[in-house]
T-cell receptor, first 117, second 114 residues
Framework: NAGVTQTPKFQVLKTGQSMTLQCAQD?????MYWYRQDPGMGLRLIYY???????DKGEVPNGYNVSRLNKREFSLRLESAAPSQTSVYFC????????????????FGPGTRLTVL | DAKTTQPTSMDCAEGRAANLPCNHS???????VYWYRQIHSQGPQYIIH???NNETNEMASLIITEDRKSSTLILPHATLRDTAVYYC???????????????FGKGTHLIIQP
């Protein structure tokens, strides 16, 4: 059981380049999330997918697009990278909500460290 | 969502209980308290959550005051591997039309001293 995997682990881009961050989970979870974490800060939600075929914006969606390719995979795309997108990106998955409507445990990947020059 | 307030940093001696406080004075009746931690350079890890009763699992205990305006996460026998940033998060049991996911503040940097 690998849990949540992310590729690549590190990436350096030049301003204006594009790239896609990949995320996959093997826990059969319905919900998947993309967060970013800037130095010394907590995580902020970029996009999430409550179930296969649906995606929604989070707190900081500008400059990003996502694709829920299937139940296992959720990718994050930067179409035209900017230095402000230098950050660590975490993908997470969960079973969504419990019987009482509470959030279930989120499982996080190891992160992708992205630098935009 | 209710705002949370945590101390920036705390120290604890190895083998002692680590008590991490969190203030959430504006919490509403349907909001749960969640604790996650993030060991340096890793993804966050879930610890525990609760609504109003005290909760315990293999990692920690969560004590929520009767008025629910504050809570304490207790690591009963801290080890060096417990050095991490601990996040207290409050979220409702329904999305209420807002974005899903968790909102992480800056958390408490817990340092376990040998």
């Amino acid at each position: 059981n690998a849990g949540v995997t992310q590729t690549p682990k590190f990436q350096v881009l030049k301003t204006g380049q594009s790239m896609t961050l990949q995320c996959a989970q093997d826990m059969n979870h319905n919900s998947m999330y993309w967060y970013r974490q800037d130095p010394g800060m907590g995580l902020r939600l970029i996009y999430y997918s409550a179930s296969e075929g649906t995606t929604d914006k989070g707190e900081v969606p500008n400059g990003y697009n996502v694709s829920r390719l299937n139940k296992r995979e959720f990718s994050l795309r930067l179409e035209s990278a900017a230095p402000s997108q230098t950050s660590v990106y975490f993908c997470a998955s969960s079973e969504g909500r419990g019987l009482a409507g509470e959030y279930n445990e989120q499982f996080f990947g190891p992160g992708t460290r992205l630098t935009v020059l | 969502d209710a705002k949370t307030t945590q101390p920036t940093s705390m120290d604890c001696a190895e083998g002692r209980a680590a008590n991490l406080p969190c203030n959430h004075s504006t919490i509403s009746g349907n909001e749960y308290v969640y604790w996650y931690r993030q060991i340096h350079s890793q993804g966050p890890q879930y610890i525990i959550h609760g609504l109003k009763n005290n909760e315990t699992n293999e990692m920690a205990s969560l004590i929520i005051t009767e008025d629910r305006k504050s809570s304490t996460l207790i690591l009963p026998h801290a080890t060096l591997r417990d050095t991490a940033v601990y996040y207290c998060i409050v979220r409702p049991s329904y999305s209420g039309g807002g974005a899903d996911g968790l909102t992480f503040g800056k958390g408490t940097h817990l340092i376990i001293q040998p």
